[in-house]
Structure formats: C-alpha cells, structure tokens
C-alpha cells in the first residue's frame, strides 16, 4: 500500500510558477517509479512528466518540456513539480501517482498503481 497526498496547487497569473508536492507513505518511496498527471474539466487525464526511483531518468510531455521539471528527494519520501512559465491552458487538478511495476510507459496512466487525491492548479490569463 502507497498513501500519497499532493499539495501546492493554486491561483497564479499566467507566467507565475508554482510548485507541487506529494508526499508518499507506506512501501520504500526509493524503490518505484512516480509520475504527475492532470485533468481538466471534460478532457482526459493526461501525462505530464515521470521520474524513475533513482531520480535517474525524467520524462515530459511536449506540451511541458522546457518549462516543468520534475524531481524527488528519497530521503524524505517526496516527489516535486516544479511549474514556471505558466499558461492558462495549464490549468487543471494535478495528480501524482505511484507505479511499483517497472514498466515500460511511465506516460500511461494505466501503468500506476497508486494515485494522490489531486491538487487544484488555476493559472489567469
């Protein structure tokens, strides 16, 4: 079992950053992948970016490469979503999610096993 609890999300001016957090719980935070996604209101749940366990390898979504980074302290059970340049169409609920299988698409949200309960993210244009 993996407990995972997203914070940071907020109102922003488009251009502003934001930084998202989600703490894990349960299972060795350094032995599993982790990814962030987010939804809008009546689109799909999207890919945003993944991290393998080591912090060795990071992976983006086009739409976000350049502008997010992603990245996760081991030591303190932590995974981050550094956000800056940001636009309106940014805007959704952010999620982070937990994948104890290595797998080979860390952008397909069927491959988590664990999801957060979700952290709101509104930018202003």
């Known amino acids: 079992q993996v407990q995972l609890v997203e914070s940071g999300g907020g109102l922003v001016q488009a251009g502003g950053s934001l930084r998202l957090s989600c703490a894990a719980s349960?299972?060795?935070?350094?032995?599993?992948?982790m990814g962030w996604f987010r939804q809008a209101p009546g689109k799909e749940r999207e890919f945003v970016a993944a991290?393998?366990?080591?912090?060795?390898?990071?992976y983006y979504a086009d739409s976000v490469k350049g502008r997010f980074t992603i990245s996760r302290d081991n030591a303190k059970n932590t995974l981050y979503l550094q956000m800056n340049s940001l636009k309106a169409e940014d805007t959704a609920v952010y999620y982070c999610?937990?994948?104890?299988?290595?797998?080979?698409?860390?952008?397909?949200?069927?491959?988590?096993?664990?999801w957060g309960q979700g952290t709101q993210v509104t930018v202003s244009s």
């Open positions: 349960g299972r060795t935070f350094s032995s599993y992948a």
């Open positions: 991290i393998t366990w080591s912090g060795g390898s990071t």
């Open positions: 999610a937990a994948d104890l299988v290595a797998t080979i698409s860390l952008s397909a949200p069927y491959e988590y096993d664990y």
